[in-house]
């Protein structure tokens, strides 16, 4: 018996934001994005805290309040331009300074200048205790991750294509049979200086009238949706399928042909 993926909720679409450096325009971003519900990851440099217009640590953990903090590296370098050893470096110190800051486990990220074509990067991160990190590889798509190492977006937030994409993404679900239902993820990144450097904030208002306060879409952080996917994979299943063991801490959705399920952590569910 198959059982089909489900966002929380039995939702079948998810949105989340991913914006690097943590400059002062992020005041503006976390308002706006406050008031459409969506949610965002902050990818921030903690060598540079509070310099050439960059925020303070202590502004960042309580501007980013209800969202998530997460490695930019150390000091913004190109990745594939040092050692491995100060690759690893840039990551730690970095993990080690945002989580003296949040007072939690920091262990998402998004590469410093993209890093389209990785050349081991991931791995170093991988080694520094890093479990997901978001690359610049517009996929103008909306299927789940399977290497959330190498984690691409949908599009930047300027994408000549995002009314066609969001169109895509807000459109109707099939209704049968269920499995032509496919879980549709907007991964949505950028920086929010680009706002006030091209002087179109009102794009910005656009993206979030478009995709926020839908009761259709779950919106998330980037860690939230790697936690979410990652324990869903993780669920247990006996020979034929009917008998499904939850061994996470999250709980999950699904549906079958006999209706929806939810399965709470650590609990064993038969199916009808």
């Known amino acids: 018996m198959s059982i089909y993926f489900r966002f929380p909720g039995f939702r079948t679409k ?32 903690s060598g540079t805290f509070g310099n050439n217009g960059r925020l303070s640590g202590e502004e960042a953990a309580a501007l980013y309040k209800g969202h998530e903090i997460a490695v930019h590296t150390l000091t913004h370098e ?27 486990i920091v262990d ?24 997901y990190s978001r690359t610049t590889v517009s996929t103008h798509g909306f299927d789940l991750p399977k290497d959330f190492l190498r984690w691409h977006p949908t599009c930047h937030h300027a994408d000549k294509a995002f009314d066609g994409l969001a ?3 807000l459109a109707p679900d099939d209704k049968e049979p269920l499995w032509r239902v496919s879980p549709k993820l907007f991964y949505l990144w950028g920086h929010s200086f680009e706002f006030t450097a091209n002087g179109n904030w009102e794009l910005l208002e656009h993206i979030c009238g478009t995709l926020g306060n839908k009761d259709s879409v779950w919106y998330a952080t980037n860690s939230e949706i790697y936690r979410y996917i990652t324990a869903f994979r993780r669920i247990v299943k006996s020979y034929d399928g009917k008998t499904l063991y939850n061994p996470t801490a999250e709980t999950l959705y699904a549906v079958y ?16």
């Open 108 to 131: 998402g990220m998004a590469y410093p200048f993209g890093l389209a074509d990785t050349a081991g990067e991931p791995e170093t991160a991988a080694v520094c205790g890093i479990s």
């Open 78 to 104: 190109h990745l594939d331009q040092i050692t491995p050893a100060e690759c690893a470096r840039q990551i730690l110190e970095d993990r080690k300074n945002l989580e003296a800051v949040t007072g939690g």
């Open 257 to 272: 042909d006999g209706g929806k399920i939810t399965i709470t952590p650590g609990s064993t569910v038969k199916l009808l």
């Open 167 to 169: 169109a895509r993404f």
């Open 14 to 45: 998810a949105l989340t934001l991913s914006y690097d450096d943590g400059t002062t325009d992020d005041r503006k971003l976390v308002e706006t994005i406050n008031r459409y519900g969506i949610k965002c990851t902050f990818n921030l440099n």
